[in-house]
Nanobody
Framework: QVQLVESGGGLVQAGGSLRLSCAAS????????MGWFRQAPGKEREFVAS???????????YYADLVKGRFTISRDNAKSTVYLQMNSLKPEDTAVYYC???????????WGQGTQVTVSS
């Protein structure tokens, strides 16, 4: 079982930056792939970014085209925390952002409660 708690959301003007954090607990962070998703009002939840676990230390990151070049996902395994640095924010980035975790292949098994990000124009 993995518990996830997001933080760092808030209100920011267009062009600004925010850093989201997601603290994991309940089991070792080893072997856990992490992702960020978001859901805007009236829309389905969509993938934002993910970062894999690697026993050798070399992680892989993936980004949705809409955020590529603006958002950066990273993880601190010693703190069991994953981050999402969001720069050059746009009003269309407004959404509830969710942290998710999965162990092995397949779907994400664990989800946080979400943190609201609002970008004003």
């Amino acid at each position: 079982q993995v518990q996830l708690v997001e933080s760092g959301g808030g209100l920011v003007q267009a062009g600004g930056s925010l850093r989201l954090s997601c603290a994991a607990s309940g089991r070792t962070f080893s072997g856990v792939d992490m992702g960020w998703f978001r859901q805007a009002p009236g829309k389905e939840r969509e993938f934002v970014a993910s970062i894999s676990w690697s026993w050798s230390g070399g992680t892989k990151t993936y980004y949705a085209d809409l955020v590529k070049g603006r958002f950066t996902i990273s993880r601190d395994n010693a703190k069991s925390t994953v981050y999402l640095q969001m720069n050059s924010l746009k009003p269309e980035d407004t959404a509830v952002y969710y942290c998710a975790a999965k162990i092995g292949t397949g779907a994400y098994d664990y989800w946080g409660q979400g943190t609201q990000v609002t970008v004003s124009s």
